[in-house]
């Protein structure tokens, strides 16, 4: 049986800063551990297990995790694709236990600390622990990704429609700033305590910079879970088990979600404009030392400057979005990631200050795309489903992230060259402009049972 309350979509401002701190909190895991530190590590634990001597340039060895044979250098790719399929079943389920629960911060609670723990646990990653790392991998991405959702789920609830945008764009910002401020401390220490020759000491440094981010991301959590409060779920459980309630409610929404075509037609915009946005930021780093010879330091500085302009980009995109509405601000973005990958094709080569000028660029739109495309989705969704929806919104940005990095890879093949196959993911932001241009969003908005904003 269930119980039905109206939401409340109002708030006040310390609620909405707790809000933000939370993606102050989260974004050090993305940066410090999964952008930066974190592959490097656990492939050259991974390759201590199967033999190699660290600091070796290459490793013929293999590891044999639950009986598999697997070359060292490819556990931590196999790992991520694992993470990614475990989290397309999990994030859903999230969402719907989250949709009926009356205790949403408990939820949001048990996801962040769980993944901080799984994090800070590196601490006990040494010698050939690979495996260990991996299942502490495992455990922290998943719970990463579990607690986005919840944390999304808490945005329609916190404003009317006119002011999802700025909020949105708020917190983007602020979790941009958090992520670039320990990545520049974690680099000072790289800085002042490697020791060239000292791979081992290397090594340490970053398991330590990755354990510094679950601390963080522990110690911040504690500001939303002060200030946010819990607001009275629509379809609230009143069973023994929401989480049995919760499974039943997402087969009924995965039955009905037929019924909002124009929704599933703005994720599937998205799902083609956010792939090419991360396939950019995974293979930049790629393009930049293997097709125009830049030195890891010039790299390392360029993911601060996209970390710090970010900042930038999601307040000033939110505050054009407040002009002219989110979806025309969303479009104009995707004009600027074409403009962007376009000029990558005419980079010179050994050149750090061009690069890490687009870099800057990147971040501008960075920032501003990923905000308000969550505030224009939060639009699109029926009361009550937030955390549904947005463990679909989800899905959409990790379970199909194959897609532009598959089109790059077979356009190297053809082509031998980084630079065509840059400038290929040009299709994805046309391709995903246009899809967007297509969906009625007014309408579709109306037909969820919402109220349009003023300006879309």
């Avoid at 930066?36 to 290459?58: H, K, R, S, Y």
């Avoid at 609830?157 to 320990?182: E, H």
Wanted: overall charge neutral; charged content about 10%; glycine content about 10%.
């Amino acid at each position: 049986m269930t119980t039905t309350a109206e939401p409340v979509a109002s708030s006040t401002r310390s609620e909405r800063t707790g809000w933000y701190f939370y993606d102050w909190a989260n974004s050090a895991f993305q940066t410090t551990v999964i952008a930066v530190f974190l592959g490097p590590f656990l492939t050259a634990v991974t390759e201590q297990a199967a033999g190699c001597p660290l600091g070796a340039d290459e490793c013929d060895g293999t590891v044999h995790p639950l009986g598999i044979t697997v070359a060292a250098g490819s556990y931590y790719p196999y790992l991520v694709s694992l993470s990614v399929l475990l989290t397309v079943f999990v994030l859903p389920v999230m969402g719907a236990v989250a949709d009926r629960s009356a205790h949403k911060k408990r939820l949001l609670a048990g996801a962040a600390f769980m993944g901080a723990a799984a994090t800070c646990g590196f601490a006990f990653v040494t010698g050939e622990r690979y495996l260990l790392g991996g299942a502490l991998f495992l455990i922290a991405n998943i719970s990463f990704g579990a607690s986005i959702v919840v944390y999304h789920s808490y945005l329609p609830q916190l404003s009317g429609p006119d002011d999802r945008d700025k909020i949105s764009s708020r917190g983007w910002a602020l979790g941009y700033l958090g992520g670039f401020l320990l990545l520049a401390l974690n680099l000072v220490a790289v800085t002042l305590f490697s020791v060239d020759g000292d791979d081992q000491r290397t090594l340490d440094i970053a398991r330590w910079s990755i354990v510094s981010a679950g601390v963080w991301w522990g110690l911040f959590t504690l500001v939303p879970l002060r200030w946010m409060r819990e607001h009275p779920a629509v379809h609230a459980s009143t069973g023994a088990n929401v989480v049995t309630d919760g499974f039943r409610q997402l087969a009924r929404t995965v039955r009905g979600i037929r019924a909002y075509p124009l929704t599933l037609f703005f994720l599937l915009a998205f799902l083609v404009y956010n792939d090419g946005i991360q396939t950019v930021i995974a293979l930049a780093s790629q393009f930049g030392s293997e097709e125009l010879g830049l030195e890891t330091n010039t790299l390392i500085i360029t993911i601060l400057v996209v970390q710090l302009t970010a900042f930038f980009g999601a307040l000033g995109l939110g505050r054009l979005a407040g002009r002219i509405g989110a979806r025309k601000t969303v479009l104009l973005s995707l004009v600027l990631w074409t403009a962007v990958v376009l000029a990558a094709y005419w980079l010179p080569s050994e050149a750090p200050l061009p690069f890490i000028a687009l870099g800057a660029a990147i971040g501008i739109v960075l920032g501003g795309s990923q905000a308000l495309s969550r505030s224009l989705f939060s639009q699109l969704i029926p009361k009550g489903k937030e955390g549904e929806y947005y463990g679909f919104y989800e899905i959409s940005d990790k379970g199909t992230s194959w897609l532009g990095p598959l089109a790059f890879g077979l356009v190297f093949q053809l082509t031998n060259s980084y630079r065509v196959g840059i400038v290929a993911l040009v299709a994805f932001f046309v391709v995903g402009f246009v899809l967007l241009m297509l969906v009625p969003i007014r309408r579709a908005i109306v037909a969820v049972g919402n109220t349009p904003p003023r300006l879309l």
